[in-house]
């Protein structure tokens, strides 16, 4: 994993459209005060927002689950839950003042670490008693546009002075994961 890169932007010139219309379809999801990871049905959400499944069309991807980051503070170092790696991100709500980072750490390291169940459900390596043999690889401020990410090392996000709350992030995996943007 450590040689894919940590992110790579891409153009959406629908971003606005998208981002509203994500908008509209999570309201009751936002209303309810939720924060952190919340999974969306993907075939409701792309009827919704068909400029979203425009957007795939163009880069030959197939969408598998969508979900959002409804975030208040910071997001600690982490890893997501594996075999996916490469998502895509789409700002949807308050992306100034935040700051996405990626940790580079050895492999070995990353493989010795502990297992842990997520309050999700979901296996994945447990990463925070390690985090000072990581060094800062690659960051991304005020996220502007749709990016493809390596999820599989770690990554955190950091607020740094963001005034508007919460910062809403759609996520989408991939039955064919667009690996070929992070090479």
């Not at 971003?15 to 999801?29: H, M, N, P, T, Y």
């Not at 999974?39 to 009827?47: H, M, S, V």
């Not at 990410?149 to 919460?166: C, E, R, T, Y």
Request: hydrophobic content about 45%; aromatic content about 8%; proline content about 4%.
């Amino acid at each position: 994993m450590s040689d894919l890169k940590a992110y790579h932007e891409l153009a959406c010139e629908n971003l606005d459209v998208i981002s509203a219309k994500v908008l509209d379809f999570i309201g009751q999801e936002l209303a309810s005060g939720q924060t952190g990871w919340i999974f969306l049905n993907t075939k409701n959400l792309l009827l919704a927002v068909p400029e979203l499944m425009t957007f795939f069309q163009q880069h030959k991807l197939r969408p598998m689950d969508a979900s959002i980051t409804v975030l208040y503070d910071d997001f600690s170092i982490h890893v997501d839950t594996l075999p996916v790696i490469a998502k895509i991100n789409f700002p949807i709500k308050n992306n100034q003042g935040w700051v996405n980072r990626w940790y580079l750490l050895d492999n070995h390291i990353l493989d010795a670490c502990e297992t842990i169940v997520d309050h999700l459900g979901f296996h994945k390596k447990d990463v925070s008693t390690v985090t000072d043999k990581m060094t800062l690889m690659a960051e991304l401020r005020d996220q502007s546009r749709p990016i493809v990410f390596n999820s599989g090392i770690p990554h955190s996000v950091i607020k740094q002075d963001a005034v508007d709350l919460p910062r809403v992030v759609l996520s989408v995996t991939f039955f064919n994961e667009p690996l070929d943007q992070l090479r």
